[in-house]
Structure formats: C-alpha cells, structure tokens
C-alpha cells in the first residue's frame, strides 16, 4: 500500500487516499481502477496519472511508489507511448520507411492521376494560373496571325490549343495546363528563325499532350503537403509553372513528339539541334539559363534532332513576311507585370 493524492474529476478538492495493488488493476480509495485506463501525464515534481473515460481524474505520487505498484502503473514515456513500447530504433526504422512509401507515392500517383482529370478543369487551372491569356500577349501586327499559322504547321487540326507570345524578356516558353503555350519574347528574339521555333513549339506541344505540367503540379502539390506547406498559393502561383522541373523521359518524351511532328510538316529538326547548342554555348550571357534551367539541354539531345534529318524535302516552317510579323510581335508590348517576382 502507498500513499497518494487524488482529483476525482467530480470535485476541486484534492484528497490523500491510500493505493493498493490487485491483480492487475489498483485500489485506489477503495474502488477498483484497471491499468489499462492509466496513462502518465508529464509533471516536474510527481508521478502524475489520468484515467480514460474520467476527465480531470489525476492520481499523484509525491514519493517513489512500491514495486508492486510501480509494476502496474504505466511506465515512464521518453519518446511516446509507441515508440517507448517497440524501441527507438525500429520506430526509427518503420517510420522511415513509412515515409518512403509515402514520398514514392507522392511522386509516382500523378501518373495515374493526371488521365482522370477533365480537360476543361485543367483549363481553368490554367487561365487561374495567368487570368485572360489574352490580355498578357503581344499585339504586334500579323504576329498572332503567324504564330497560329506555325502551331497549324505543327499540330494540324487541333483546335485545343492555344499558343501565345508574351512580352517577358526571358529565353523560355512554359506550358499552363489546359494546353496553353507561351512563348516569351526573349526565345523569339533569340531564335535565328522559324525553323528553330517551330522545334521548341513541338516540344512544348509534346507536353501538352503528355499532360505533363499538370503531372508536375499535382506532384508538387503533394510534397508540399508532406512538407507541411499547403496553403492554397497552388492555383495562383504562375511561378510554380515557370520554374518546374519535368523529368528526364518527359523531356525525351517531348523530344520524341517533337521530331515526329517536325517530320510530318516537313519542317527540318538540324534547326531545332543548332539553337539548342547555341543557347547551351552561350548560358547566362544570353538568358538561356531560363530555358536551360527548366528544359535541360543534354549533348544526347542535340544528336537526337540533328540524326532525325530524313531524305524528303523540307520547307520552311514560316515563309519570311511571316517571321518578321512574328519575332517584332512584342516589340510595342509592355513588359508583363505577373512574371516579375519570379
């Protein structure tokens, strides 16, 4: 028998009651408590415990209690009641690997996931991304008109797409769900003709039609939640889209559409290799880091557009009214307002 204080829930006033061991259970002033119901409670100065289903309930040890009771009472938590039951090291162990599953999870589910989400919702995901698509782009005279003429050389018929130039003085193109393309101004005053263009436009449809940015974003959404960091900023940060990263088989997987779409227009893809090794060459000078960074450019990659030249015939991709309309199309354009903090 040891000497206790106890709050029985019902009552503000502490009493001092004698504790007995039972079995498996304890008297605690006469009346019977499992051992299953206790649970330890942190406390500087005294071994203090809570019972289940008995709100405010506390029974308190001011001295160390015999070892027949201390055998029945919950032993002391270091960690937690889990961890302290199983081991620090195999709680280690199991929680890494549940956090493994869960990682790979996060990144392989969009796979799976993208096909099940209607177009038109990846739409709208896309004009929330920007708002009026049309609002931001180059007005130039005939640009447009040449730009949707290049996107019809390259994906004939597919009315789906919607293909832009924006005046950002950065060498990139993005990709918004919903298959909305933006070409910056900076890619158009960096590429030395439509032929160059016309390959980085096909490489961009090739994600469109992979759906890959909203893979990426719905990959990126899920690790951000893991790391504690879901606020809702998703659906309105056009940053997330200018600087995601798409893996190495969704770049080669767009290379791929690329080069089959240039071979159907008839349009050469040694164009598309010569603009890649020169924006490589020339880096940051130029601003290519913007396209490099998000569109890594590997000497496999070049190879593979300039070794997919065929023996047919080829054309140009614009005729050269046609390009002039389309590399000046930004140049009376105000620079873009929503791309600056990024």
Same mark, same amino acid.
């Given at each position: 028998?040891?000497?206790?204080?106890?709050?029985?829930?019902?009552?503000?006033?502490?009493?001092?009651?004698?504790?007995?061991?039972?079995?498996?259970?304890?008297?605690?002033?006469?009346?019977?408590?499992?051992?299953?119901?206790?649970?330890?409670?942190?406390?500087?100065?005294?071994?203090?415990?809570?019972?289940?289903?008995?709100?405010?309930?506390?029974?308190?040890?001011?001295?160390?209690?015999?070892?027949?009771?201390?055998?029945?009472?919950?032993?002391?938590?270091?960690?937690?009641?889990?961890?302290?039951?199983?081991?620090?090291?195999?709680?280690?162990?199991?929680?890494?690997?549940?956090?493994?599953?869960?990682?790979?999870?996060?990144?392989?589910?969009?796979?799976?996931?993208?096909?099940?989400?209607?177009?038109?919702?990846? !739409?709208?995901?896309?004009?929330?991304?920007?708002?009026?698509?049309?609002?931001?782009?180059?007005?130039?005279?005939?640009?447009?008109?040449?730009?949707?003429?290049?996107?019809?050389?390259?994906?004939?018929?597919?009315?789906?797409?919607?293909?832009?130039?924006?005046?950002?003085?950065?060498?990139?193109?993005?990709?918004?769900?919903?298959?909305?393309?933006?070409?910056?101004?900076?890619?158009?005053?960096?590429?030395?003709?439509?032929?160059?263009?016309?390959?980085?436009?096909?490489?961009?449809?090739?994600?469109? !039609?992979?759906?890959?940015?909203?893979?990426?974003?719905?990959?990126?959404?899920?690790?951000?939640?893991?790391?504690?960091?879901?606020?809702?900023?998703?659906?309105?940060?056009?940053?997330?889209?200018?600087?995601?990263?798409?893996?190495?088989?969704?770049?080669?997987?767009?290379?791929?559409?690329?080069?089959?779409?240039?071979?159907?227009?008839?349009?050469?893809?040694?164009?598309?290799?010569?603009?890649?090794?020169?924006?490589?060459?020339?880096?940051?000078?130029?601003?290519?880091?913007?396209?490099?960074?998000?569109?890594?450019?590997?000497?496999?990659?070049?190879?593979?557009?300039?070794?997919?030249?065929?023996?047919?015939?080829?054309?140009?991709?614009?005729?050269?009214?046609?390009?002039?309309?389309?590399?000046?199309?930004?140049?009376?354009?105000?620079?873009?307002?929503?791309?600056?903090?990024?």
């Amino acid at each position: 028998m040891a000497a206790a204080w106890l709050y029985d829930g019902r009552s503000p006033v502490r009493r001092d009651v004698d504790v007995a061991a039972a079995g498996d259970a304890l008297v605690v002033d006469g009346e019977r408590v499992a051992a299953d119901d206790l649970s330890g409670i942190d406390h500087d100065h005294a071994r203090v415990f809570g019972r289940d289903g008995h709100p405010g309930w506390r029974l308190g040890f001011d001295s160390p209690p015999p070892a027949d009771i201390a055998a029945i009472l919950p032993a002391r938590q270091k960690f937690g009641r889990w961890i302290d039951r199983h081991g620090l090291w195999r709680a280690a162990v199991v929680a890494t690997v549940v956090s493994a599953v869960l990682v790979v999870g996060v990144l392989s589910a969009p796979r799976w996931i993208a096909p099940l989400i209607p177009m038109s919702v990846e !739409r709208r995901l896309g004009d929330t991304l920007i708002g009026d698509i049309d609002s931001h782009s180059c007005s130039g005279k005939g640009g447009q008109a040449a730009l949707d003429a290049l996107a019809a050389r390259i994906e004939p018929g597919r009315a789906d797409l919607r293909v832009r130039a924006v005046p950002v003085p950065m060498v990139n193109a993005i990709t918004l769900p919903g298959g909305t393309i933006l070409i910056f101004d900076g890619l158009l005053k960096q590429a030395a003709g439509p032929d160059e263009l016309a390959g980085v436009l096909g490489h961009e449809i090739g994600h469109v !039609r992979h759906r890959d940015t909203l893979k990426g974003l719905l990959r990126e959404a899920g690790l951000t939640i893991l790391t504690g960091g879901a606020n809702g900023a998703l659906a309105n940060n056009a940053g997330m889209v200018v600087a995601l990263r798409y893996s190495r088989d969704a770049e080669g997987d767009a290379d791929d559409y690329a080069i089959d779409a240039l071979r159907r227009a008839h349009v050469s893809p040694v164009q598309t290799a010569g603009f890649f090794q020169r924006l490589a060459k020339q880096g940051d000078a130029s601003g290519a880091l913007a396209w490099l960074s998000s569109h890594p450019v590997s000497a496999d990659r070049r190879a593979r557009f300039l070794n997919s030249r065929g023996t047919g015939p080829v054309t140009p991709a614009l005729d050269a009214t046609q390009w002039r309309a389309l590399s000046t199309m930004c140049a009376g354009d105000r620079q873009a307002e929503w791309w600056r903090p990024f």
